[in-house]
């Protein structure tokens, strides 16, 4: 292949100086050709995320190569990253020459070969079509519908997530060819670290890891703190459970993340960058790993970046698994090579990290919209979001919703809009209960105030964080006492335990949440004064740890209790005073009988029953002994005649 | 055994506190488990007392103290499996494999773990058996997952996960 070195196309982009006519022609058909506007011969991409690969995309792609093999068709197959519509992996996309994009979902291993058949004799079938790539130079498909039109991506504005599932994610010059590394050159030529700061300042980007700290305002910290080596950390320790935003990033667009930090490096004057990264992802860590010695091998990383004089080396440390490490100074300790564990602050970070030095910490979200607030300028990024929140943010949609996903939006857009519009509300015909927003540390969204915006502070009022992103719907089958408890026992087992309002305060908040969500006939004693006793002290002693707990996770771990029992007061209630489950989701809660009228007397739950709780004679209803179950629902999956009912 | 770990130390030559993890992390990886042994060659390696070395180790979930089954087992208990059922998977598995979280069954077969989020919270919920995800299982699925990994020699279906 006649590639153009990239540093040589790198500077086309930027600077624009066809030397002559036929080196101009040369350059437009590379960047054409890398930009897929249109292909030489047919092209299919397959989304090879961690989603993806769940879903069957590794079958999925041995399955297509041996169908390109048995029939002897030319066809360049490529491995992109995860568009980020999770609930409908594997998702394929074929390019014909001269024709646009067309995306297909849940291409399994079966359907890889009828989707071939119909797809490379140049019709689009129906049943598995999403959604066809808009592009102005090719000829579009008729009858079928635009991606961006599709409900999950036409309320979404896509900025981080631009080149997710579009680009191979471990080639930099696709990168390049759609813009990438440009606003770094801009940076590293035009503009003075100040100038950077006073720039993402400017924009409103606040930090999107949870807290909202301007970015800019953290940055100028650092560069005004006085230390012979200053330190970026990129947080991509994603421990918030239902978020998966960063992996997708890294896995799918590497380069933005390896652009963010080199911009954001030259901004606080740090040399030397880490990377924490959760050991969970290895994926993510091998594409960073290969997206970084891609980029030193061009001269954007290293030894005096594009001949700027900057130098800039970044090391991955991999995350031992511990949830704590999300906070600043545990992150360090960490780095450090100690226990991960929180320590008071002043001083801050940038004044004091890493080793003693300056230290800047962000999130990989963060830095990820540093490329675009720089190419397009303060102003331009300013404009999206409302007064207080700029720019977008990506959500992580899960739970009990039709589409899940990677979502991102506008500041200010209504939580209604990305559950109902862009999720496709709540599957089975159930009711939403509510949406967990911000993880362990955040708070539930209840149905009256779905309408309330996505915004740092207008989420504070109703007791939720904007968090790191993670956005668990929840139907009327979800308990929300469950829920608090779930959180609960998370918590405490994930608290480092350096101060005793955390470390305490948490396990016994998770012993009163255990004892309403038990059963009766295991209590003895006086346990059940215990338990009254104790479910008047949760408030209080939530209160307690959120005021005095050493750091941000302490301070922020009541809330899941503290929020549910503000919205859902009536299932603690029903737990309490009436000992049963709204939701029938509480185990202990639960009583399981037999419909006598649908029971064959097949005996099959009676042998699964580990309690030997179901009696009854072959052929003839069954019944089941209250006082012996013990709630564990086998009998429930054993039943093929949906016989054994749940209250 | 010792000479697995030589292998480590040579990447980090005159390693000081800070690549304690790293290190940690590659002779897990090496080993299995980090055995009593390989936790003082490291405190030899780096100059750390051991007691240092299972401060730090302990503190960390990633880390085991005891080898691994052939076939490593992780439930996912994050918050999205969790709303879709992922207790009653957990037990599911566990009365399967008649093991609990963090042991190994007796023909070491298999090992069980727990895992806070594996990050595919969109296809919850999930277990992952050697490093292979399996996507929106039931309880009614586990037995025929995990069989697939008994059976000695024999391939696993990917198509399990639709």
């Known amino acids: 292949m006649t590639a153009t070195k990239l540093p040589e196309l790198l500077s086309w982009i930027v600077d624009g100086q066809p030397a002559d006519a036929a080196v101009a022609r040369q350059h437009a058909e590379r960047l054409a050709q890398l930009r897929r506007d249109g292909v030489p011969r047919p092209t299919i991409f397959v989304g090879a995320g961690t989603c993806g690969l769940g879903a069957g995309a590794k079958e999925t792609l041995a399955a297509l190569h041996e169908y390109l093999d048995n029939h002897e068709v030319k066809a360049d197959v490529v491995m992109v990253g995860c568009v980020g519509l999770c609930s409908m992996e594997p998702i394929v996309d074929v390019q014909l020459p001269g024709r646009t994009r067309v995306s297909y979902k849940q291409i399994t291993a079966r359907k890889a070969a009828p989707l071939l058949d119909a797809a490379l004799a140049g019709s689009v079938p129906d049943d598995m079509v999403l959604g066809q790539f808009r592009n102005a130079a090719l000829q579009p498909w008729p009858d079928v519908p635009y991606l961006d039109e599709h409900p999950f991506f036409a309320p979404q504005t896509r900025w981080v997530l631009a080149n997710c599932g579009v680009i191979d994610p471990s080639q930099i010059e696709e990168y390049i060819a759609r813009g990438g590394y440009a606003p770094l050159v801009k940076v590293l030529r035009e503009m003075t670290p100040e100038a950077v700061c006073d720039m993402v300042e400017q924009s409103g980007l606040r930090g999107r890891g949870g807290g909202g700290f301007p970015t800019g305002k953290k940055w100028k910290f650092a560069r005004q703190s006085a230390g012979d080596q200053k330190y970026l950390i990129c947080n991509a320790d994603e421990g918030d459970p239902g978020a998966f935003m960063d992996r997708a990033v890294i896995e799918s667009d590497p380069h933005r993340l390896v652009e963010g930090m080199a911009i954001a490096a030259y901004g606080i004057g740090a040399t030397k960058a880490y990377v924490y990264i959760r050991a969970e992802y290895p994926l993510a860590i091998k594409r960073l790993k290969a997206a970084l010695a891609q980029a030193e091998a061009n001269g954007l990383l290293g030894h005096d970046i594009l001949g700027s004089g900057v130098d800039l080396k970044v090391i991955i440390k991999m995350g031992a698994g511990a949830f704590v490490c999300g906070e600043e100074t545990a992150l360090i300790h960490s780095i450090e090579g100690k226990r991960g564990m929180p320590r008071p602050r002043p001083p801050f970070p940038a004044v004091s990290g890493l080793f003693g030095k300056p230290t800047i910490i962000n999130n990989v979200e963060t830095l990820a919209n540093l490329p675009t607030v720089v190419a397009g300028g303060a102003a331009a990024f300013s404009v999206l979001g409302t007064k207080t929140s700029k720019g977008t943010k990506v959500f992580a949609l899960s739970g009990k919703v039709s589409r899940t996903g990677l979502v991102e939006v506008a500041m200010g857009t209504p939580i209604r809009k990305i559950v109902f519009d862009i999720g496709g509300g709540i599957p089975n015909g159930k009711a939403y209960k509510a949406v967990q927003i911000g993880g362990p540390s955040g708070g539930c969204i209840p149905s009256q105030h779905l309408d309330i915006d996505v915004d740092y502070e207008s989420l504070k009022t109703v007791g939720a964080i904007m968090g790191s992103g993670g956005l668990v719907v929840m139907d009327e089958d979800t308990c929300m006492v469950d829920v608090a408890k779930f959180f609960m026992d998370f918590i405490q087992r994930e608290s480092c335990g350096k101060c005793i309002p955390c470390r305490e305060g948490t396990r016994r908040m998770l012993e009163i949440l255990q004892r309403i969500t038990r059963g009766r006939k295991r209590e003895r004693g006086i346990e059940a004064l215990e338990r009254f006793?104790?479910?008047?002290?949760?408030?209080?002693?939530?209160?307690?740890?959120?005021?005095?707990?050493?750091?941000?996770?302490?301070?922020?771990?009541?809330?899941?209790?503290?929020?549910?029992?503000?919205?859902?007061?009536?299932?603690?209630?029903a737990h309490i005073y009436e000992r049963s489950c709204p939701a029938a989701a509480c185990a202990e809660l639960v009583t399981y009988s037999i419909d006598a009228e649908k029971c064959k007397g097949c005996t099959v739950c009676a042998k699964k029953c580990p309690v030997g709780a179901i009696v009854g004679a072959a052929k003839s209803p069954h019944h089941i002994v209250i006082d012996k179950c013990i709630g564990c629902g086998s009998c429930v999956d054993a039943c093929r005649f949906e016989a054994v009912m749940k209250q | 055994m010792t000479t697995d770990l030589e292998a480590v130390f040579q990447r980090y030559p005159n390693a000081s506190?800070?690549?304690?993890?790293?290190?940690?992390?590659?002779?897990?990886?090496?080993?299995?488990?980090?055995?009593?042994?390989?936790?003082?060659?490291?405190?030899?390696?780096?100059?750390?007392?051991?007691?240092?070395?299972?401060?730090?180790?302990?503190?960390?979930?990633?880390?085991?103290?005891?080898?691994?089954?052939?076939?490593?087992?992780?439930?996912?208990?994050?918050?999205?499996?969790?709303?879709?059922?992922?207790?009653?998977?957990?037990?599911?598995?566990?009365?399967?494999?008649?093991?609990?979280?963090?042991?190994?069954?007796?023909?070491?077969?298999?090992?069980?773990?727990?895992?806070?989020?594996?990050?595919?919270?969109?296809?919850?919920?999930?277990?992952?058996?050697?490093?292979?995800?399996?996507?929106?299982?039931?309880?009614?699925?586990?037995?025929?997952?995990?069989?697939?990994?008994?059976?000695?020699?024999?391939?696993?279906?990917?198509?399990?996960a639709a």
């Open chain 1, 533 to 573: 006793k104790s479910v008047l002290h949760l408030q209080s002693l939530a209160e307690t740890i959120r005021d005095s707990s050493l750091c941000g996770l302490g301070q922020t771990a009541p809330n899941p209790v503290l929020s549910t029992l503000r919205w859902f007061r009536d299932e603690y209630e």
């Open chain 2, 17 to 160: 506190r800070d690549a304690l993890i790293p290190i940690l992390q590659e002779a897990q990886q090496e080993l299995g488990y980090l055995s009593r042994e390989a936790v003082v060659q490291i405190g030899h390696h780096l100059g750390l007392p051991a007691s240092k070395i299972y401060g730090v180790a302990t503190f960390y979930n990633q880390f085991r103290f005891q080898p691994q089954g052939r076939n490593h087992v992780q439930v996912c208990r994050g918050t999205a499996c969790h709303v879709k059922g992922s207790a009653a998977i957990f037990e599911a598995v566990k009365r399967e494999l008649k093991i609990d979280a963090g042991q190994t069954s007796r023909d070491g077969e298999f090992s069980l773990e727990v895992v806070a989020c594996i990050g595919a919270c969109g296809l919850a919920p999930v277990i992952c058996v050697n490093g292979n995800f399996h996507a929106g299982v039931s309880t009614k699925s586990v037995a025929k997952i995990l069989n697939s990994y008994r059976r000695k020699g024999a391939e696993h279906d990917g198509d399990e």
